[in-house]
């Protein structure tokens, strides 16, 4: 926790009320099982419990088997559609492009990133869709204020296509200590589908 204290002392502070571990891989060494370390392990150490739990998380990867009574604050709720070349994936299917997307927000008469921030929302998730443009800020709050219904928001909770758009093969190395995505990662690597027509 020596980045952690660091920070605390560049900001003048003793106390953060949320303190954030993106990626934490170390070079060299693995650190747990790669940035989404095996929660088991990590509620069996500490002896103050995690309150939040971000992960990626949108209708194309909804990580539904988070337990524990521990919050979900979702990144990359909007499936990532501007994310910088260096971290896109070559085929990658586009969240904002999804049919059974786009025809609930044609019938909404709103955006399809407004229909994904409300899903978040109304699954029970916090949600951090970045944005760098005043309407696409107001747009996603406004969204956080309303709820799909049920049948609406059970398609998207039932779209066929679960993959991260963020995997991480950034951190591989034939030197390791990750050489493949199942070694970074704690549970199987996503199988891309086409999602329902």
Known sequence: MNVCRKSLQRLGLDYLDEYLIHWPVVDGQKSGSGPDPPLEGILDACTIRPAINQVEAHPYWRNDKLERGIHVTAYSPL????????F????????????????????HGCSPAEVAVAWAVQRGTSCLPKSTKEEHLRSNLAAASWRLPEDDFQALSDLE?????????????????????EELWDTEHEVQTSSKE
């Open 79 to 86: 499936g990532s559609p501007h994310t910088a070349g260096f």
């Open 88 to 107: 896109n994936r070559e085929g990658t299917p586009v969240l904002s492009q999804d049919p059974t997307l786009c025809a609930i927000a044609e019938r």
């Open 161 to 181: 296509t679960q993959c991260r758009m963020l995997d991480g093969a950034w951190f591989l190395s034939p030197e390791g200590p990750y050489r493949t995505l």
